[in-house]
């Protein structure tokens, strides 16, 4: 690394994130110089949170995960800006790689590994148990792209990687799968319904056990135990859903 150290602002998009926002936020304080939430209608205690912690959230209507994460980027007062999702927690070998980190010319981003958690388990086997999404980035060199779900940033440069791990606690109940699931499937049917693109309600339906299959033998989900099983399930149902809801909205 190089000799200047990096001044970063994290940035948090939310929106009834009460189970997940304190202990999201607590474990990037003291490993950040400043942290942004962008608030898109919380009405379950989030922002009552939020600003116990000693941060004023600042509302803006949700217009797709890529667009608001853009948003939230806009109001970084730093450069270097650390992007991290509300059920998502720096571990503590990762806040001291951040305080520790320096700025290389040639570097515009960097990737940091993440484990998936399910249900108070953390996977360590099979396809997504762990990934390495592009978070820390220059500003004025990345940007999101405006993908309503599944977004990503367009890197201009260079892209590193670094040791730390965020944890990924996607879904600590049931309850809160379901509204992530419908919040989710609800905003892909919606892509692919101005793409312009069609698929057969029934034919994806009919293709429901292939894709548990994939999930929990070819992705070997398996060997996450009871977890893996039921993740494969649940995920199996995505695709048919995402395609029924643009179906409806055809319809309408």
Known sequence: MGSTPLSISAVIICRNEVRSIRACISALKGCVDEIVVVDSGSTDGTLDIIRSMGIEPMFHGFEGYGNQKQYAVSLAKNLWV???????????ELGNELLSLSSEPDVSAFRI?????????????????????TRLFRTDRCRYDNAGVHESVIVEGEIGVLRGEMLHESY?????????????????????????????????????????????????????GIHGFVWSILSSFYPFVKVAKGWALRKQ
């Open 172 to 224: 600590i109940d049931l309850a809160q799968y379901f509204e992530k699931f419908n919040r989710y499937t609800t905003l892909a049917s919606e892509d692919l319904a101005r793409s312009g693109r069609t698929r057969s309600v029934v034919i994806t339906g009919m293709t429901i056990p292939f894709y548990f299959i994939k999930h929990y033998v070819l992705w070997g989900h398996y060997r996450n």
């Open 113 to 133: 590994p993440r484990r998936f958690r399910f249900l108070g388990r953390t996977f360590l086997h099979g396809h997504g148990a762990k990934d390495a999404p």
């Open 82 to 92: 650390l992007s991290v999702d509300a059920d998502e927690i720096v571990s503590k």
